[in-house]
């Protein structure tokens, strides 16, 4: 017995001096100023559908939910067709652009799943950088009469 503890006030030092020091904790990321111009996460659509119908039956209208997946940036008015390419990394899934230096103001068209128009704001002249960042949830579910893995989510911010 007298060995055993012996052996354990030998090697308890050895084995203390053996684990890493460790680090003090790192400092927290200086929190982000709030976005100035922020893309709805989703629209709601009223149905403008003109079905003729057969005799004895009637159109059931429902809104439409269609969910954010891209934006586009333009300088200038989007009909001039100057929309600018953002800088891009696949593996975060983020693309941005950093802005400064136009000559017009910028415009951001918010692009939503299954419409092809868009909604369209002023880009405040205080934002120096649009982000558009996407991440997909570990979850299955319906939209629209199909399955979808998913829900990609998708936010884009102007700061």
Do not use: K
């Not at 799943?113 to 996407?134: D, F, H, T, Y």
């Amino acid at each position: 017995m007298r060995h055993a503890i012996l052996a354990l006030a030998l090697l308890l030092p050895a084995a203390a001096a053996a684990q890493p020091a460790q680090r003090p904790p790192a400092r927290p990321a200086p929190p982000q100023a709030p976005p100035l111009l922020a893309c709805p996460s989703s629209v709601e659509v009223e149905p403008a559908d003109r079905i003729r119908t057969p005799l004895g039956w009637e159109v059931r209208p429902e809104r439409q939910r269609h969910w954010l997946r891209g934006a586009d940036l333009f300088e200038g008015d989007p009909a001039d067709r100057v929309q600018l390419r953002p800088e891009a990394d696949p593996r975060t899934r983020r693309e941005w652009w950093d802005l400064g230096g136009n000559a017009q103001p910028y415009r951001l068209v918010c692009r939503y799943e299954g419409l092809e128009s868009g909604i369209m704001a002023p880009v405040p002249a205080a934002a120096r950088r649009c982000e558009v960042s996407s991440f997909r949830e570990d979850s299955r579910g319906m939209r629209h009469g199909r399955v979808v893995s998913g829900p990609e989510q998708v936010a884009v911010v102007c700061r």
